[in-house]
């Protein structure tokens, strides 16, 4: 008899264990840890713009309208937050470009969080004469025929994708020594690396010249092939906990007036010549 009773007594333990259990299951789902590269001016870190870059602003207003969700921050570059994204993490990974191989294990937003000008390649303004011989009647440059060359070291990011012809040439050229990959966090480093002459060029965004300081010393030519603009997404894994939280954030960032806000967070950091080409750019078709 007291056996018996010493058993039932044990069910209570087991139903509050599964009860906790169940409760903190539920807790977890509604974690998201999102990953952003160190890379000004999407993601500022340091210094007095300090938490005020575009994709920043993004997400607060994104989580604002999420209140069910508690999100944690985290820096990462692309290739680590791939993984988690692969691993089928209850992650969040902005800003993206969509390829094909991401959209195997990446559930990307319906709807750009924003559009931005294509990378280009950046320059010193003292040794801009070098890539003269390169540049076509319209201004821009041939960039296959000056890898081609064997005279310029570029400067890439680890993980990062450029989008259209420079692949390309990336995954052409990867073996030839034209390409220096750089694995650190700080996706600025390259443009210090550039500055200091270590390279002699790098693929990069023209709004991180003038974010990082250099809009007198550096610039940035335009690619001949490379696309008219590009369209930045935000990207869960590909499972159902992916597919119920973008199926949300679709739902805010369907909204017009939000993308033309993101916009302006965008144009702040373009000089009077870029913003005026992509004000007349970015209504157009965006990869």
């Not at 692309?78 to 195997?104: F, I, W």
Request: include cysteine; charge should be positive.
């Amino acid at each position: 008899m007291r056996y018996i009773t010493k058993r039932f007594r044990v069910f209570p333990v087991f139903i509050l264990i599964g009860l906790l259990l169940t409760s903190s299951q539920s807790l977890a789902g509604d974690q998201v840890i999102w990953y952003h590269a160190d890379f000004p001016p999407y993601v500022i870190s340091n210094g007095p713009y300090k938490g005020l870059g575009i994709e920043e602003k993004i997400y607060r207003y994104i989580e604002q309208r999420l209140p069910e969700y508690t999100f944690t921050h985290r820096h990462a570059n692309y290739d680590r937050a791939q993984v988690e994204l692969k691993k089928g993490q209850h992650v969040l990974v902005s800003p993206l470009l969509k390829t094909k191989k991401r959209e195997s294990f990446i559930h990307y937003s319906s709807h750009p969080n924003f559009l931005l000008l294509p990378n280009a390649l950046l320059v010193n303004r003292s040794g801009k004469d070098r890539f003269i011989p390169f540049l076509n009647s319209e201004g821009s440059l041939d960039i296959d025929a000056l890898c081609a060359s064997g005279d310029f070291k570029i400067g890439i990011a680890a993980g990062r994708v450029y989008k259209g012809i420079l692949d390309t040439l990336i995954h052409k050229y990867k073996t030839s020594g034209v390409f220096h990959e750089r694995k650190g966090m700080k996706q600025s480093g390259l443009l210090a690396m550039l500055h200091k002459g270590r390279i002699d060029a790098a693929f990069g965004y023209p709004v991180e010249i003038k974010y990082a300081g250099y809009a007198d010393s550096m610039i940035s030519l335009r690619v001949s092939g490379a696309p008219t603009c590009l369209a930045s997404y935000l990207g869960a894994p590909k499972n159902r906990w992916g597919r119920d939280l973008m199926k949300k954030i679709n739902t805010i960032i369907a909204d017009q007036s939000s993308l033309k806000t993101y916009i302006k967070y965008y144009e702040y950091w373009l000089d009077e010549g870029d913003r005026r080409h992509y004000q007349k750019i970015k209504n157009g078709h965006c990869n």
